[in-house]
């Protein structure tokens, strides 16, 4: 018997139910933080696994809207996306999407969501001063985005190199992309954007979605 040679994966931390605190500024504000959603180890894994795609040419430059009306735009949105589901062979973004699954559930115990699915990108902004303009993250039509999800890769990250998430809620909080924090904000209710990055950007994104997006939020 051959031992594996992949490498191991780092284990990531229990996803936690939602405190008081997270459940209030959710259905107060639309949107929490939280750190550590990965741990160290899996970050990092998961940014190599992202770089390794980068470095296959399994990014392309992502696009807005959908269907017919679906279109390329570099200055609104400047970042390079790929589907996680089609690059799930690799253990350390098997394991991102899992921790997204245990996200899930969570937070339909704790906010009654009733999420019934996630879907998974990866995006690379190349710096260069890359953004995405204000936009929300739902589309018109049925079964749509309820809850976005986002996981940062980004060790080392600085002040200067830019990039924050900006939110249009209140008080109008910009978060810095740190490795493995994690921002949860409701897709239809919480316009933002990706102010210029300087440096390179990495981060992997979860849409979740339910049945009826005419159902209550919370």
Same mark, same amino acid.
């Given at each position: 018997?051959? &031992?594996s040679?992949?490498?191991?994966?780092?284990c990531p931390?229990?996803v936690l139910p939602l405190? %008081?605190?997270?459940?209030?500024?959710?259905?107060? !504000?639309g949107w929490?933080t939280?750190?550590?959603?990965?741990?160290?180890?899996?970050?990092?894994?998961?940014?190599?696994?992202c770089v390794?795609? #980068?470095?296959?040419d399994?990014l392309r430059?992502?696009?807005?809207?959908?269907?017919a009306?679906?279109?390329?735009?570099?200055?609104?949105r400047?970042? !390079?996306?790929?589907?996680? #589901?089609d690059?799930?062979g690799?253990p350390?973004?098997?394991?991102?999407? %899992?921790q997204?699954? /245990?996200?899930? &559930?969570?937070v339909?115990?704790?906010?009654?969501?009733? +999420?019934? !699915?996630v879907?998974?990108?990866?995006?690379?902004?190349p710096?260069?001063?890359?953004?995405y303009?204000?936009? +929300? %993250?739902a589309?018109?039509?049925a079964f749509?985005?309820v809850l976005?999800a986002i996981v940062?890769?980004?060790p080392?990250w600085?002040?200067d190199?830019?990039?924050?998430? /900006?939110?249009?809620?209140?008080?109008?909080?910009?978060?810095?992309?740190v490795? %493995?924090r +994690?921002?949860?904000?409701?897709?239809?209710?919480v316009?933002? /954007?990706? !102010?210029? /990055?300087?440096?390179e950007?990495?981060?992997?994104?979860?849409?979740f979605?339910?049945?009826?997006p005419?159902?209550?939020l919370?």
């Open positions: 018997m051959f &031992a040679t992949l490498p191991p994966v780092g931390p229990p405190s %008081d605190l997270e459940l209030r500024r959710l259905a107060d !504000e929490f939280r750190e550590g959603f990965l741990g160290e180890g899996l970050a990092l894994e998961a940014r190599a696994a390794a795609l #980068a470095e296959a399994r430059a992502a696009g807005i809207r959908r269907g009306d679906h279109t390329v735009d570099r200055d609104l400047g970042d !390079e996306a790929a589907w996680l #589901a690059h799930l690799d350390a973004l098997r394991a991102v999407a %899992d997204f699954e /245990a996200l899930r &559930a969570v339909n115990a704790g906010a009654w969501l009733g +999420l019934t !699915e879907n998974l990108q990866v995006a690379r902004y710096g260069g001063g890359a953004r303009r204000r936009h +929300l %993250d589309f018109p039509g749509n985005r976005t940062y890769l980004n080392g600085q002040p190199d830019g990039g924050r998430l /900006a939110l249009w809620t209140p008080g109008r909080p910009t978060i810095d992309p490795l %493995d +994690l921002v949860v904000f409701l897709s239809e209710r316009p933002h /954007a990706v !102010e210029p /990055a300087w440096a950007r990495w981060a992997i994104t979860g849409w979605r339910k049945p009826d005419s159902a209550p919370l």
